[in-house]
């Protein structure tokens, strides 16, 4: 397969900027007064480390690690760590806002924070992989706890580096603390279905937005650009539904074949296997930029920010957008989007099923009582699917998009509890 970028070729956008002229427009349609403007324009805690790390060979490196807690105002903080070369202090500001909103539109008693490190986690080994964990841990250490602050998985980080961070805390505190963070393995304290629980909310939200529009899934021509975690189970899922994954991408470029991809769990376990999508596999190769135009009924874009821009908003021919990843639809894009009639479901909104199920694992750490998974995935879906139904309604009875209406309900929600709390002194 010819290797290209990890998305479509995007011009350089500001993510967190993308993220201000979001909340900017929604802020103008409720009138909000100029303060709270100010109040939930701005991050309330940005963090920047830079840690040294001794790698196998004997030397020293320093890395540098960000943690930004948006706005705490509805409980404590919530959201992911993720590792890779293109981590900015930009880019983690522009998620934590968006957690904030992910966290107000389902309901879940969190505010918004976001982290990472810049580090490609594929050119280190186990060792050197663990040490920076333990390491950026130690230093985040100030910040999180079950009461403050509790990261998760994101891109590059997984239920290992998860157990490493729980670990870490926990020596400092001289006790297990595993509601510390979430996303950890069953064994020391993760939730059933946490694995699988983003990729299964994208497919309640498809599923829920097929029956809005009158659009049946059996049979309807699904591409999906990422193959990863969520990419690949949110493909599997929404296959044993009835839908046609015709396309799926990762970093190495994408394959599509327009009578469908075959068995997913073949593709899925050979991916794994490999590390990639398989050359030999049904399908023709093509850019991640092809598979975002190509004919289908329904894109999931669930890799990278960014992804569907001015640039190339126009070509994008599905009728539906589930918006899998972190802010892959520019406002630019948005509006374009919106002229062509495609029905997009917002991040905020479609992705949220991951989040949902981390309040479920640290509820569970809390309380030290757990649930079996089938009680998790009815839970994820009564959630989701009231979080759907709130936001539809919203739209149909203002108009607009469903960004804006999950906007509307979201900031509602976080400027109310603002309010309640007051401003301190």
């Not at 020293?60 to 807690?69: D, K, L, N």
């Not at 029905?343 to 030290?368: C, R």
Request: proline share 5%; aromatic share 6%; hydrophobic share 45%.
């Amino acid at each position: 397969m010819t290797p290209t970028t990890a998305g479509a070729q995007a011009p350089a956008e500001n993510p967190f900027q993308n993220a201000i002229e979001q909340f900017d427009a929604v802020a103008e349609k409720l009138g909000l007064d100029d303060g709270m403007r100010q109040v939930l324009r701005h991050c309330k805690r940005e963090f920047t480390v830079n840690f040294p790390v001794q790698m196998d060979d004997g030397s020293i490196r320093v890395f540098t690690g960000y943690r930004v807690h948006h706005n705490e105002a509805r409980g404590p903080v919530k959201g992911g760590l993720r590792y890779s070369l293109n981590v900015s202090l930009d880019e983690v500001r522009a998620l934590s806002m968006w957690m904030t909103w992910k966290c107000a539109v389902t309901g879940l008693p969190y505010g918004g924070a976001k982290g990472g490190v810049i580090v490609d986690p594929r050119a280190l080994s186990r060792r050197e992989l663990e040490r920076l964990t333990r390491r950026f841990a130690a230093e985040i250490g100030l910040l999180i706890g079950p009461d403050q602050d509790v990261p998760a998985p994101d891109m590059g980080t997984d239920g290992q580096v998860m157990a490493w961070i729980m670990d870490t805390y926990s020596m400092m505190h001289g006790h297990s603390v595993p509601a510390v963070v979430t996303g950890k393995p069953v064994t020391i304290g993760g939730s059933s279905g946490r694995v699988e629980a983003t990729g299964r909310g994208v497919l309640f939200i498809t599923q829920q937005a097929c029956a809005q529009i009158g659009m049946s899934l059996e049979g309807a021509r699904v591409a999906i650009q990422g193959f990863g975690n969520v990419g690949s189970i949110a493909a599997k899922l929404i296959t044993e539904a009835g839908g046609k994954v015709v396309a799926v991408s990762d970093s190495k470029g994408a394959i599509y074949a327009p009578d469908g991809l075959g068995d997913i769990g073949e593709l899925i376990a050979r991916t794994r296997s490999q590390g990639f999508i398989p050359d030999g596999h049904l399908g023709k190769h093509i850019t991640n930029q092809e598979l975002l135009e190509l004919p289908v009924d329904i894109l999931i874009p669930a890799a990278l920010e960014g992804q569907i821009h001015g640039g190339n908003a126009a070509k994008v021919q599905a009728r539906m957008i589930i918006e899998a990843a972190n802010g892959p639809t520019t406002p630019e894009a948005d509006r374009i989007l919106a002229a062509k009639g495609v029905y997009v479901v917002p991040d905020i909104l479609a992705n949220a099923g991951g989040v949902i199920v981390s309040y479920f694992e640290w509820v569970q750490d809390l309380q030290s009582f757990f649930w079996e998974e089938d009680e998790v995935n009815v839970k994820l879906k009564r959630i989701i699917e009231r979080a759907f139904g709130e936001v539809a309604a919203i739209q149909a009875e203002a108009g607009g998009t469903m960004r804006e209406a999950a906007y509307m309900l979201a900031v509602q929600r976080v400027v109310e509890a603002t309010q309640v709390r007051g401003i301190f002194p």
